[in-house]
DNA sequence: TTAGTTTGTCTATTGAATAAACAAAGTTGA
DNA sequence: TCAACTTTGTTTATTCAATAGACAAACTAA
């Protein structure tokens, strides 16, 4: 509660330093005296700060840039190399891993199928699968910083995955299994949560300041980013969004609430709608009949399309957002779904909030989370400088 | 954009001021050695600081204190009559205010009717209403230090009241209007959202950090409070929970979207439903006959709060809040809405979600928005210190 | 009365940012 | 080609807030 970071004159160096390697990410590549102009840092402070940089191999000089009239500026560049993230996807049947480099650029990759289901047998797949991934990693001065998890299931802020229904856990110390192996630092979160931060760096999200990724899959997931930050609540999960209840004496959830939202707009609403109709298959073949022209199966579509809106216009309705992204397996059906999605948000959500806001689709596609969950980490390797 | 603050000496000095500030407010009164211990700072740091804070007229020594075997300490407390601030609670039909020191006590009160919509109406009625509790604030270094006004509609950034259905406003200059007139700060924001602010600070949500208070009168307003500041969307505005829908295919509302919550949980609801069951009359003659044993008016009563039931779980589980209040003029319903609300709520939200969420009533009663209204400038007024 | 404790101030030191001077390295125009 | 001007980045002296430690004042306790 007393934990307050007092000021001195070791916080205003942290400060300016981050100050000044953001300018460094934001514009590179850019000279000391460019820096000084942006930050309004005097030039022999940038001159100090930028050295400290160069020292700790997070900055190097990349030679002379044009000059505007005068001596020529030594352009600076942040050394993406200097350490690596691996972000992992854990599906509930198949595993998706990265390793990138501190910008987020991909070095390897990895997808394998998963079938295994009991948490110790996933382990045993988990840990040969990352460190495959690690060996992967080139020689660096900070190696590789971090493993970031995204899991489809709630998890509470020390790393443990609390209840996952459809992988069959609950409480089980991922995150703690993980770092005991690796030694590195390990960051838990949920499948929309990491999502949500990966189109938000790397995909159709970025720069944007409030918005929600809407996860559509078996079931929905989201997750927030209100303020540039992910939203947690006060236990350290929220945005149970799938559970919306849009129709209130609707049918009951196992969650049990009655008329939750992905009952009527999930990946499996559509399959048991299709099945209905004498569809059976999975959501390739129904995507593969609509564009053979199927009007039956886009109709169906269609259909699921209005509800995600409903959904949607409840989320602009309750945030305000900059963007609401449809992201997942479902985001593949877009041209399909689309035009409903998008017209029924226009009927139902109040005029004053649709102005501002963009309805996209996942532009990492099946990579949201994976990415997200490699950004996890690179920004808890960036904390943790500035806190040092 | 860029426009960072940057670091220096100064910085610090405005950080630790703040952190010797707090520590005050906290816990007065308090001596020099004991601010020391708690903050961490340099006892020859606190001497100095507290020293400025003295002759900024923020602070004064209040005399000895009990010797712990030692030299007697001397006390300091903050100067809550160092200043005064204004709050206002615009309603559709009434006008309520406060003056207050900057601790928040009430120093002045007014209330009166407000039959006037016209906005040029209501300002001629507004500016005598807020200059008589202006002359109210006894002498102070500081004066009043500002004006905050909640209004029944929503407000952009600038303080316009960009829309107020029930009092037929559109684009209404608010705050411009009234900085104009009085010279001082003025601070503009919805009903609910200061409503949210005022229990925060003095009510039944002291210390919480993710709360959403929920304004249920005509209609519902909410009031969001998480990470311990009130969520704005990227609008400005946001929390329009109460056009939520929760029976996507139900009545259609004013908004454009159908089912909304309010159109089942509000006291509008309530009324229409007592009319059509032969029960005319207001919200007080409906809890007066509640009161005398009613059975029909209390099943009414009860239904109601199974609907605030619904949209109240619905907001447990996007928002894994610490607690929920439920405010305005339905909160004097409690009694008879309570086990309801409790009820529909246990059965409806998510396991993991209930855990740690209070469901709570206002305990300003019908002040929560007044007196928010007057935090929201005791608040700047702070920031104000804080940034110079 | 004396020894020990607590409070709050004073003094010298540290370290980060800064303005100003400056050297180095360039451009430009006659 | 050369003198005048620009731009870059470093060096130097100064300022200012925080700090440790010394210290005086005020008190308790035995």
Redesign the pocket.
């Known amino acids: 509660m007393t934990k307050t970071t007092?000021?001195?004159?070791?916080l205003?160096?942290r400060?300016?330093?981050a100050i000044v390697l953001e300018a460094i990410l934001r514009e590179e590549p850019l000279?000391?005296?460019?820096i000084s102009?942006v930050t309004?840092?005097?030039?022999?402070?940038?001159?100090?700060?930028?050295?400290d940089l160069i020292d700790n191999q997070l900055v190097r000089e990349i030679g002379?840039g044009v000059?505007?009239?005068?001596?020529?500026?030594?352009?600076l560049e942040f050394i993406s190399t200097a350490g690596y993230s691996v972000g992992i996807d854990l599906g509930v049947n198949y595993l998706r891993g990265v390793l990138t480099d501190l910008r987020g650029a991909v070095v390897a990759e990895r997808r394998e199928p998963l079938s295994a289901s009991d948490p110790d047998d996933v382990f045993n797949v988990l840990r040969p699968f990352i460190r495959s991934l690690i060996s992967e990693a080139p020689d660096s001065p900070f190696g590789v910083v971090g493993i970031g998890v995204g899991v489809p299931g709630l998890v509470d802020s020390s790393g443990s995955v609390l209840y996952a229904p459809n992988m069959n856990w609950r409480e089980v110390p991922l995150k703690d299994a993980l770092s005991r192996t690796f030694g590195i630092p390990v960051l838990i979160d949920n499948e929309a949560n990491v999502g949500a931060l990966g189109e938000r760096t790397f995909g159709s999200g970025r720069g944007v300041s409030n918005m929600v990724y809407v996860s559509v899959g078996i079931g929905i997931g989201t997750g927030l980013i209100l303020q540039r930050t992910l939203y947690k609540g006060s236990s350290g999960f929220s945005g149970e969004l799938g559970h919306l209840s849009v129709e209130a004496h609707g049918k009951p959830c196992r969650c049990g609430n009655r008329g939750c939202w992905e009952l009527y707009a999930s990946e499996q609403a559509l399959l048991e709608q299709a099945r209905e109709l004498g569809f059976p298959g999975d959501l390739d073949e129904l995507l593969a009949a609509a564009e053979a022209g199927d009007e039956k199966v886009r109709m169906l579509l269609a259909g699921i399309g209005e509800y995600l809106g409903v959904g949607i216009a409840n989320i602009v309705n309750i945030f305000n957002p900059d963007a609401v992204i449809i992201g997942n397996r479902m985001s593949r059906a877009q041209p399909w779904i689309e035009d409903a999605v998008g017209k029924t948000l226009e009927e139902r959500a109040l005029n004053f909030h649709l102005r501002g806001v963009q309805l996209l689709f996942a532009e990492l596609g099946g990579r949201s989370a994976v990415m997200g969950a490699a950004e996890l980490s690179i920004a808890a390797f960036f904390d943790r400088l500035k806190a040092s």
């Open positions: 007092t000021g001195d004159q070791a205003i160096k400060i300016n330093t000279s000391r005296a460019k102009e309004g840092l005097n030039k022999a402070t940038v001159s100090s700060l930028v050295q002379t000059s505007s009239g005068g001596r020529k500026p030594v352009m």
